[in-house]
């Protein structure tokens, strides 16, 4: 109960913010100051079959202190045109905020400011994006709400706020078997070692192991096809940060989490298994 607890209490506290404060009015003000733009990610290219698991550092994103109203992630072509699903599988795209030491570019120095959420470490630490299922999923947060980045008191010193693109897209023009492709069967791409030559585990027939970035998924008999080229576009709407905003947190739950619960020495253990 530990975790339901804590959900609880902020939701609850968020509410009696939102009751005490003047919504009409910081609507109005709000409403009229929405800016957006729209992003492209840097280019992806894709060949028939294979398996483009990559990330991308120092994205483009709104700057300075703001208050994030929407975020509407969308893969589309070098015209600007959205690429069918059954062409460009979108397993799963991830908008992630980190800090890193001020000019530097080694990505081994960035700390992830993970979600609210309570999976362990940095596992679901996004906060936007899911997968080709959640395309037009409405995300506009209302009035006063809207989530809070770029605030300089929580950028340690030294450092600065950036935001990363984890984008891992399967081209399965010309495949023998589309659905084992999506799915990552082990099989169609010949994957029978994880990523450090280790054999996968007795009984794992795909998933994540199997389509690593760069792998190949089988193609159909003689099937011959042009490289393509993709990018994430990503539209982004934010008003500037006001003391009239009320910051929203966001959660990710896992569904597989099991979550252990037990008497710690002043209060309950939690431990998540996301
Ligand atoms: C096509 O794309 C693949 C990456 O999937 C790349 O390795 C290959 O060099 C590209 N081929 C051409 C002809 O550009
Ligand atoms: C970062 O780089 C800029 C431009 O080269 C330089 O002016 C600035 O002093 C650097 N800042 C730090 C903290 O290294
Ligand atoms: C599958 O992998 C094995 C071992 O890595 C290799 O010998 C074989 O040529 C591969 N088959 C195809 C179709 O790529
Ligand atoms: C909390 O529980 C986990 C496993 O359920 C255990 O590994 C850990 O030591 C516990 N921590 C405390 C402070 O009791």
Redesign the pocket.
Known sequence: MGCLDQNWVTSLVILLLALCTPCSDAYTKTASKVKSAVFYSPKV???PG?S?NKFYYDVKFPEGHVALKSFNGEVVDEEGNSVPLYEVYLHHWLVARYHQPINSTNTEDIVIVKNAGVCQGNTLPQYFGIGSETRKTATYIPDPFGVEIGNPVEIPAGYEEKWMINLHAIDTRGVEDRWGCTECRCDLYNVTTDVDGQPLPPGYKGGLQCCTD?TQCRLKEGYKGY?RTIYLKYTVEWVNWDYSIIPVKIYIPDVTDIVKISNGPNRLNVTHNC
Request: proline share 0%.
């Open positions: 290219e894709l060949s294979i483009s760069n490289n």
